[in-house]
């Protein structure tokens, strides 16, 4: 009511624009901001919001025809112009029939239990006390890490904006003495990204997918899956979003010299996981995270029910004064895990079924260093109490390192 009594106000109009976006109505924050262009056409700030909201809606063509008059002339603020070049870089990027992403990380992990063995040598054994050998409580390591994400979106440009996007993960970790736990995990996901039901559900992307992994445990094949998933992101509002992850896998195990018994734990595996994040503030976003899984292996005391929930805080804030890298980014997280296992394990009880529960904390700070460069660190204490002593341990793990992203 206050912008129609006073059009000719650009401050009102500006702030009826950032209320339109706040909500997700971006329609009206266009309408506007262009009022705004017919009273002043000389806004390059406003030139490059329009560019920006036009983006959010697919109109790439229009942004593109805003965000080139927004750095026309010579009094263009300099913040403006780099804002403009990134989002023309992107323009091209998304009108490309192929778009490719993807992240390179690497560092060094100190564990003080690698192995997430108990600390003292006091166990259960069939349905009695006894004793573990010593080579496989708690045991202090380090290692080295690197993970790989890459992802291809094939964009056919069609009207209705769906895709088709191929993710795959590689993760590799290499102990100094621990090399029973010398890691290699692989993951492709190929299905197509689409904005189904747009009549009952607005600003949402659904993607079903065919999933398939491969681990390798001590240079050695340790077990692969194939199964099938379902993902579906959801902008609520401007500060909210949502998205919602399920998959089924079947799991088949390689039995070797040093697992015999590997193959009992082959089955399928069914996973859902609901992530919720809110921007509370401009440098606050808050992160919720439910997670349920359930294993059906060969052998029942391979199988276990698993319930998972996180909370957690991403606080932007500006680097210390004599560091000037840009803003640091630091979050705190805390999970907690609840396993429930479907039967015995004879061979520590006869008559009763394991039950674990987890509290982890996790602390990680990340440092610009250059474009799409960073380095990170992080610092996690995990504390597993368990019906068991068998497998109560805690750990601090510390790590350093650093990503690229392209």
Known sequence: EHMLRHPANLDKSFKYAELGIQVGDYEAAISALERMLLYNPDLPRVRLELGVLYMRLGSYAIARG??????????????????????????????????????????????????????????????????????????????????????????????????????????????????????????????????????????????????????????????????????????????????????????????????????????????????????????????????????????????????TFAVGAILTHPSPDNIDTGPWTTSLTGTVIYSSYHAPDEAVDSFQKRRDNELRGTLLTSVPLRKGWSATSTVARSVVDSKFLNYTYTNWAISIGASKRF
Do not use: C
């Open 66 to 307: 805003y965000l080139t008059r927004a750095v026309q002339g010579d009094d263009v603020p300099d913040d403006v112009r780099a804002r403009v070049a990134v989002f023309l870089d992107e323009i091209d990027n998304r009108l490309s029939n192929h778009r490719f992403s993807g992240s390179l990380y690497g560092g060094l992990r100190y564990q003080d239990n690698a192995n997430a063995g108990p600390e003292r040598a006091a166990i259960r054994l069939f349905d009695d006390d006894g004793e573990l050998s010593n080579e496989f409580t708690k045991k202090a390591d380090f290692n080295a890490f690197m993970s790989f994400n890459f992802r291809h979106v094939y964009d056919p440009q069609v009207h209705s904006g769906d895709v088709l996007q191929t993710d795959f993960l590689l993760y590799a970790s290499q102990q100094k003495n621990q090399h029973q736990l010398d890691l290699i995990f692989s993951e492709l996901t190929v299905g197509p990204r689409a904005q189904l039901l747009r009549e009952y559900m607005e600003n949402a992307t659904w993607r079903p997918h065919v999933i398939a992994s491969v681990v390798s445990l001590d240079d050695s094949p340790y077990y692969y899956t194939y199964g099938i998933g379902f993902d579906m992101d959801k902008q609520f509002t401007a500060k909210t979003h949502g998205s919602l992850t399920a998959s089924y896998v079947h799991k088949k195990y390689r039995a070797d010299i040093g697992r015999t018994t590997a193959r009992q734990q082959n089955g399928g595996e069914a996973d859902v996981e609901i992530n919720v994040r809110h921007r509370a503030l401009e440098s606050l976003m808050l992160t919720t995270k439910a997670g349920y899984s359930n294993l059906d292996a060969a052998a029942s005391l391979n199988g276990n029910t698993e319930f």
